[in-house]
Structure formats: C-alpha cells, structure tokens
C-alpha cells in the first residue's frame, strides 16, 4: 500500500524566506509522486510532478522538489516566499500518472509580511 | 492542458433529497475518473474509482448505495448522492485520467451543503 506523510500541518516562513515543505512516502513500486496546491475555496492545481525521469523537478511559480529514494522524500522547496504563495500544499502519491492518487494531510503555508 | 469541469460549483439542499454532480473531460477521453471528498481543512479522501462503462469501485468506508456513480461515457461521470444528510455537506472533487499522457486531471470541485 502506498501512503504520504507530510510533516508539519502548518508552517510560517517571512516573505522573501526560502519555503521547505517535508513530505515522506511508502511505496512498494515506484512511485509517481505530485505536489498540488489548494488556495481557499478552490480546487486542487498541480505544481510538479516526479515520473522516474530526472529526479529534481521543476514546477511552476518558482517550487521545486527533489526525489530521494534512500530518504523516500520528496520535499517542495521555493528559494524565496511570495505573500501569495500562501495555500494549502498537498504531497500525494500515485503507482502510475494516471492512476488513484493518494494524499498527504496537507500542510497550510503562512507567509509574514 | 487538459480541463476538467464540474456541475455544479455549489449546491444547498434540503436534508432527505438527492443531489446529483456531473464531472466532464472537455477536450479529452477519460477512461477512467476518480471522485474525491474533502471536509473542512482535511485532506482528499478517494471514493471510489470510475470505469466507462462498468461499476465503480467504491473504497472501503464508502456506501455505494449512498454515493451511486456512473461513468455513461468517456465524457462524462456523475456522482449522486442519495438521501443527503447534513454529515454528507462536503467538497467534492472528481479527477479525470488522460492515458495518452499519463496524467490525472482534477475538476474545480462541488460544495455540497445539506440542511
């Protein structure tokens, strides 16, 4: 069974700070890893994704995450924060791109002025 | 890239009826298509997976007579909930899968609110 932890239900970074997202997954195939984003109200927006090709992946608005198998992480990393970078962020995984996905609890990022 | 739309974006009803919420592929072919639920300030919890033409698979804890879904095309899958409760109000999401590229698409969501 695959499943994601993702450490730190909230965390509070200043603007221009750099933003570290720590997400943890098990898997028992090779996993298909996803960072989504949720501002309030809405729906889910990817941000990247990992398919086995190179393993730091680059996303859009500036986030990026790099696989480590020996850890089985997959953190989101943004070098400096946005005042609108503030959402929820999801770690999910997946056994194919296409398949179930399955979700981290998600961790709520703050930003302060 | 690929859209995926939901009907409606928000619905009331009253406690007793049934509500009825359609998830679209708009400019591809989704074999397949997954319903998710999400309470207030928890994650998504899968449903039950959607397969054109043949019976959703429900995950364990879902009720499949409460939550009846079918995927009549590869358009289109709707998700009715039956005899809604307050405890049923949620956001629901659907996602589509797109084989071709090997990707999941999520819909906008539906926030349901029964009173």
């Known amino acids: 069974a695959q499943s994601v932890t993702q450490l730190g239900s909230h965390v509070s970074v200043s603007e221009g700070a750099l933003v570290l997202l720590r997400c943890n997954y098990s898997?028992?195939?090779?996993?298909?890893l996803f960072w989504y984003v949720q501002y309030p109200n809405q729906g889910l927006q990817l941000l990247l994704k990992y398919t086995s090709a190179a393993t730091l992946v680059k996303g859009i608005n500036g986030f990026e995450a790099e696989f480590k198998k020996s850890e089985t992480s997959f953190h989101l990393t943004k070098p400096s924060a946005h005042m609108s970078d503030a959402a929820e962020y999801f770690c999910a995984v997946s056994e194919k791109g296409d398949d179930k996905i399955i979700f981290g609890k998600g961790t709520r990022l703050h930003i302060l002025p | 890239g690929a859209v995926v739309s939901q009907h409606p974006s928000w619905v009331i009803c009253k406690s007793g009826t049934s509500v009825k919420i359609e998830c679209r592929s708009l400019d591809f072919q989704a074999t397949t298509m997954f319903w998710y639920r999400q309470f207030p300030k928890q994650s998504l919890m899968l449903m039950a997976t959607s397969n054109e033409g043949s019976k959703a698979t429900y995950e364990q804890g879902v009720e499949k007579d409460k939550f009846l879904i079918n995927h009549a095309s590869l358009t289109l899958s709707t998700l009715t909930v039956t005899s809604a409760h307050p405890e049923d109000s949620s956001f629901y999401i659907c996602?589509?899968?797109?084989?071709?590229?090997?990707?999941?698409?999520f819909g906008p969501g539906t926030r349901l609110l029964v009173l």
């Open positions: 898997s028992s195939v090779p996993p298909y």
């Open positions: 996602s589509a899968s797109d084989r071709g590229q090997e990707t999941q698409y």
